[in-house]
């Protein structure tokens, strides 16, 4: 059974960078896409993107340059990294598998809340 | 980029009751492939998201036969026959047919 489980700081500073990482066990993430999601105060939802088996990403445009998605494959695991952050970043980010069966997230991590504040 | 509409922000219901629960597109989910890009999400405290509905009616393994997705173009509903107590929980359409990929603002179940 894949499992899936975000780790990092709780607490970033305004203007610094926020760095998260997803460790994956019971699937190679050689295999599908793998992507990050942030759920805001208030329950709003965002995806932020995804990087591929092969290692190819894709953002959302909203993020501009501010972010990347890399991994580790040697260790099954990605990352997220968010750079200049701001409070308006406060948020519990989570990352997920995408489904082979298409289009479908089917396995989420627990979730990572971090709160951007001086 | 697609909005998602989840009308209802909360729903209110009752052991047993049916509920269904409303996501509308701004533009049509259906691929030349002939699929719906349309899914539906439940989070509950202290769980793990869980998908529920792909392809918007499909659902995914180990999901319960009361969860039901319905709808094509661009309005769609997910469905919850003989409410129990587990599924009293925030549910969200998300739209992974054209990117950025799109949530709806959730739809929280809550108990009468």
């Known amino acids: 059974e894949v499992q899936l489980q975000e780790s990092g700081p709780g607490l970033v500073k305004p203007s610094q960078s926020l760095s998260l990482t997803c460790s994956v066990t019971?699937?190679?993430?050689?295999?599908?896409?793998w992507g990050w999601i942030r759920k805001f105060p208030g329950n709003k939802m965002e995806w932020m993107g995804y990087?591929?088996?092969?290692?190819?990403?894709s953002y959302n445009p909203s993020l501009k340059s501010r972010i990347s998605i890399t991994r580790d494959t040697s260790k099954n695991q990605f990352f997220l990294q968010l750079n200049s952050v701001t409070t308006e970043d406060t948020a519990t980010y989570y990352c997920a598998r995408y489904s082979l069966l298409g289009g479908v997230m089917d396995a989420w991590g627990q979730g990572a809340s971090v709160t951007v504040s001086s | 980029q697609i909005t998602l509409t989840q009308q209802a922000e909360s729903l209110w219901v009752s052991p047993g009751e049916k509920v269904s629960i409303t996501c509308r597109a701004s533009q049509s989910l259906l691929y030349t492939d002939g699929k719906h890009y349309l899914s539906w999400y439940q989070q509950r405290p202290g769980q793990t998201t869980k998908a529920l509905i792909y392809?918007?009616?499909i659902r995914t393994d180990g999901v319960p036969t009361r969860f039901i997705g319905s709808g094509s173009g661009t309005e769609f509903t997910l469905s919850i026959e003989d409410v129990q107590p587990e599924d009293i929980a925030l549910y969200y359409c998300l739209q992974t047919l054209k990117k950025p990929s799109t949530f709806g603002g959730g739809t929280k179940l809550e108990l009468k």
């Open positions: 019971g699937y190679s993430i050689t295999s599908n896409y």
């Open positions: 392809h918007a009616s």
């Open positions: 990087i591929s088996y092969s290692g190819s990403t």
